[in-house]
């Protein structure tokens, strides 16, 4: 145990002792998280957890690291999992009490009296016990009700308003509502992270070592004796890819990619180096087509190999190239028959297609094949915060950060929407820094942490925050034009037009080119310059599918509303002019509102 170690475990144990169970659970949770070997953080949180399946399990783990604990023995023996045992019972002699009677003299009886002071404070008492039972049983924090769903405060993140239309509003009826979580049922996963190459090194006694901790999930022991083994055989791939997986699972990410380019560059033809750098090019946004190649050398080189084709899937539905996904659905099948991972992957198709329902379906045959897979808690998070429902994705995505061990920062960010939808903006926060604390370099995580600051209503900050991820990440579209949408806020109309017209050239389909059309030309109206005519009918022009309807409501309000029929082009745009001529000629439609649109920094959920 190191030395943060061991104060963080003193800490936990003064907060137990004090009474707060709840500073003590979390203390212990996040030791658990680094250190799974110590038998007595598992014994102290058999002691503060909220059901008999969690203390059952907690106390088997200690007893599985110290087979010898007295204090685990006696209390699985307590829970009637173990006989009892004359063993551990505390001996006769050591529960009598070494004290005698005092010398008894003449008692002088008193007449009896009536206490009435007593039994008024008695009857006082009494009436107050009945009113907390009932005050108990009517409230949801009864450990009873531990389970009861709670009414969450806070709102969603924001989202522009236009003027009114209408809207298809989903309808969720998912059959999970609260997920156990894993080892709350299971003592291990049916789908424990496959090893796909297990070259023996019996020369190498570091690299049996290093294998033993891998097994364990001890990855920094792992590293170290990986490390060592490779000095003793410097040209052995597998021993850099296995270094490399240990690496990305601590989030050390520079440090996998070059243990997984050493791999490659040893043997080219060695398939698990080019999927190992896939997992680190998978991410980020911007490198998915780089992910995706490296895939297609994996397994061209190895047509075997499942887990490669289950990536490349899902890097195909990241990507929103569901026909090419549907092509290797058959390849997976085939190699990794009854894989709960193949269900997720169907259920990430559904969800790109908007079949919310299907989705969760998918992830229920998933759960059935196991119960402890992570993965799907965490799809959890994604189906309900792309249906539009990101207050209820905070349980599943509890559980699966709780729980995780390796490093994910899109788990994080879903977590840190979840905690803003909640209202919990401080806890979003928290978690966004300590994001970008470990990666500086994550642009996903400031843009996150705009959007939550813009929630908040501190414009600045999130400006910053948007301008950092623009730095970046200068060819993200979405982080350009979502910085354009920044200046609004701070009444800044003129950058946002400028900003606007950058990410022009970064528009990759007509969906960007209808947002960049749309967020200009709201610029133009704020400067109330009639330019913005030639931005809403351009927009209009492109593909109707990729014109969202509240863009095509705003763009039909505008048109009516203040330029004529036949609208004369202007040239060159000028957002600093002032040319609004028109509204003496405007057609203008019967019953229309004025409604004036807003702009607030938005991000759309990852499908």
Not at 432 to 461: N, S
Not at 545 to 570: D, G, H, I
Not at 594 to 603: S, V
Request: charged share 25%.
């Amino acid at each position: 145990m190191t030395t943060a170690e061991e104060k963080m475990f003193q800490e936990a144990v003064s907060a137990i002792e004090s009474g707060n169970k709840t500073r003590g659970k979390d203390l212990l949770t996040r030791l658990l998280k680094q250190n799974q070997e110590n038998p007595n953080y598992w014994l102290w949180m058999s002691g503060v957890v909220d059901s008999v399946k969690e203390r059952r399990y907690c106390l088997n783990q200690t007893l599985k690291l110290d087979p010898q604990n007295k204090l685990a023995r006696r209390g699985l023996i307590m829970l009637g999992d173990l006989p009892a045992d004359e063993s551990l019972a505390i001996p006769f002699e050591a529960q009598k009490r070494k004290w005698q009677l005092p010398p008894l003299g003449p008692v002088e009886k008193p007449p009896a009296k009536v206490p009435w002071i007593k039994v008024g404070i008695s009857f006082v008492g009494l009436i107050a016990v009945i009113v907390l039972i009932v005050m108990a049983f009517r409230s949801n924090r009864l450990w009873l009700f531990g389970n009861r769903n709670l009414a969450a405060m806070g709102t969603a993140i924001p989202t522009p308003t236009y003027p009114a239309s209408p809207t298809t509003t989903v309808t969720l009826t998912p059959r999970i509502i609260e997920p156990t979580a894993p080892w709350n049922i299971l003592q291990s996963t049916y789908t424990p992270t496959p090893i796909y190459v297990f070259t023996p090194h019996p020369i190498v006694e570091a690299f049996s070592i290093a294998m033993r901790n891998y097994q364990k999930d001890d990855w920094s022991e792992a590293i170290k004796y990986f490390n060592q083994a490779i000095q003793s055989q410097k040209d052995a791939p597998d021993l850099y890819y296995h270094l490399g997986e240990a690496y990305l699972q601590t989030g050390e990410l520079s440090n996998a990619l070059t243990a997984y380019e050493e791999a490659i560059n040893i043997d080219p033809d060695f398939a698990p180096g080019y999927f190992g750098r896939a997992k680190i090019n998978l991410l980020r946004e911007d490198t998915i087509e780089l992910a995706v190649e490296d895939l297609l050398i994996s397994v061209d080189l190895d047509p075997n190999y499942g887990e490669a084709y289950l990536a490349l899937l899902q890097a195909y539905v990241k990507e929103e190239d569901v026909e090419s996904a549907r092509d290797y659905l058959e390849d997976v099948e085939i190699l990794l028959p009854g894989s709960p991972l193949l269900d997720l992957a169907k259920g990430r198709i559904a969800l790109f297609e908007n079949e919310y329902n299907l989705a969760i379906d998918y992830t229920e045959k998933a759960l059935e094949k196991d119960l402890t897979l992570l993965d799907a808690y965490k799809f959890l998070g994604e189906i309900f915060q792309a249906s539009g429902n990101p207050k209820a994705s905070l349980d599943p995505l509890l559980i699966y950060t709780r729980y995780n061990t390796s490093f994910d920062p899109e788990a994080e960010i879903l977590l840190s929407t979840a905690y803003a939808a909640n209202g919990n903006f401080e806890e979003a926060i928290d978690l966004l820094d300590e994001i970008l604390e470990r990666d500086p370099a994550y642009h996903e995580g400031f843009t996150q942490r705009g959007v939550i600051y813009t929630t908040m209503e501190e414009y600045q900050k999130a400006f910053e925050d948007y301008s950092r991820a623009f730095k970046l990440a200068p060819k993200s579209f979405n982080a350009c034009i979502t910085l354009s949408e920044a200046n609004f806020p701070l009444k800044k109309p003129g950058n946002a037009y400028q900003q606007a017209s950058e990410c022009q050239k970064l528009a990759e389909n007509d969906n960007e080119l209808a947002h960049m059309y749309f967020v200009r030309a709201i610029a133009l109206e704020e400067l109330k310059n009639d330019v913005a005519q030639r931005d809403w009918e351009r927009m209009l022009e492109l593909d109707p599918e990729a014109v969202l309807p509240e863009w095509k409501a705003t763009a039909e309000f505008y048109l009516l509303q203040y330029y004529t029929a036949t609208p004369t082009p202007s040239e060159t745009p000028s957002p600093t002019s002032n040319t609004r001529t028109v509204l003496a000629t405007t057609k203008t439609p019967t019953n229309t509102q004025t409604i004036k649109p807003t702009i607030t920094a938005t991000i759309t959920p990852t499908k």
